[in-house]
C-alpha cells in the first residue's frame, strides 16, 4: 500500500476490535496467572469502544491524526486497567507523529509504529526485560525501524514487527517482573507469558491483516 488513508486506518483498528474479541478469554487467563484475569477484558472492551467511535467517524473528512487522537481518548475512557493510559499514550503519540498529514506513505506508518512504543515506554517507565508489553512493542519498533532503512514494503514492515513481537512476548515467560502487577509475585511470574507482552503481539498481527 502506497497511501494510506484514514478509512485504511479505521479498517485496522476494526481488525484489532476483532482480533482482541477472539483473544478475549485466552487474555484473561494469562493474566490470571500473574495479574488480576482482567487483561482480555480491558483488550476488548477498550478496542471494542475505539471502533465502534471510529465507525461513527466521516473518514472522507478525518485526518489520520484524528482516528488516532479518537482511538486514544475512546480506549482511555472505556477501560480502567493500566494498559488503558499506555495505550492512549501510544495513540495520542502516532495523532502526532502524523499530524497535518491527508493520507500516510508506508514511512509516515513505519514513523507512528515508532511513536506508539516510544510513548508506551515514556509512559510506563518500563525497559526491555521487566516482562511488560514493552517486551513486545520495543523489538517490533526496532525491526519497523530496519525494515523502513531496507526499504521494505508495508506488509513486510508489518510482518517483521509482528514476528519481532510474538518472539519478544514468548520470551517474558523466562522473565520476572518489575512492573505492574505481577512484580509482586517475583520468581513465581517464571514460566508465564506476560499478557501485556501477548495482547501487544495479537495487536500488531492484526495491524498487519488490518492494512494488508
Ligand atoms: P492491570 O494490571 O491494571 O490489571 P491489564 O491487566 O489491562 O492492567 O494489563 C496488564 C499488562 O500491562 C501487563 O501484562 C503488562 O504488560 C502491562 N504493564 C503494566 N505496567 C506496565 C508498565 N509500567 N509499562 C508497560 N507495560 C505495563
Ligand atoms: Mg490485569
Known amino acids: 500500500m502506497s497511501e494510506i488513508t484514514s478509512a485504511n486506518l479505521i479498517a485496522m483498528f476494526a481488525e484489532i476490535a476483532k482480533s482482541m474479541a477472539e483473544a478475549k478469554a485466552h487474555l484473561c487467563?494469562?493474566?490470571?496467572?500473574?495479574?488480576?484475569a482482567d487483561h482480555g477484558?480491558?483488550?476488548?472492551?477498550?478496542?471494542?469502544?475505539?471502533?465502534?467511535?471510529?465507525?461513527?467517524?466521516?473518514?472522507?473528512?478525518?485526518d489520520p491524526a484524528a482516528v488516532f487522537n479518537t482511538a486514544a481518548k475512546s480506549f482511555l475512557n472505556a477501560i480502567g486497567a493500566s494498559s488503558g493510559p499506555l495505550y492512549a499514550t501510544a495513540f495520542m503519540r502516532a495523532g502526532a507523529s502524523v499530524k497535518g498529514k491527508n493520507v500516510l506513505s508506508d514511512d509516515d506508518f513505519a514513523d507512528a509504529f515508532i511513536a506508539m512504543a516510544k510513548g508506551i515506554q515514556d509512559r510506563?517507565?518500563?525497559?526491555?526485560?521487566?516482562?511488560?508489553?514493552?517486551?513486545?512493542?520495543?523489538?517490533?519498533?526496532?525491526a519497523v525501524e530496519a525494515a523502513k532503512a531496507r526499504g521494505a514494503s508495508l506488509t513486510e514492515l508489518l510482518d517483521a514487527?509482528?514476528?519481532a513481537a510474538e518472539t519478544g512476548a514468548e520470551a517474558t515467560k523466562a522473565m520476572i517482573a518489575s512492573k505492574g502487577r505481577s512484580a509482586r509475585l517475583g520468581e513465581r511470574a517464571i514460566g508465564h507469558i506476560d499478557p501485556g507482552a501477548a495482547s501487544a503481539a495479537i495487536l500488531i498481527r492484526a495491524m498487519g491483516r488490518g492494512l494488508g
Open 29 to 36: 487467563e494469562l493474566d490470571g496467572v500473574i495479574g488480576d
Open 41 to 62: 477484558i480491558a483488550m476488548d472492551l477498550g478496542f471494542s469502544t475505539v471502533a465502534t467511535n471510529l465507525g461513527a467517524l466521516d473518514a472522507g473528512t478525518t
Open 124 to 142: 510506563g517507565k518500563a525497559e526491555i526485560g521487566d516482562k511488560t508489553m514493552i517486551d513486545a512493542w520495543v523489538p517490533a519498533a526496532e
Open 161 to 163: 514487527a509482528g514476528k
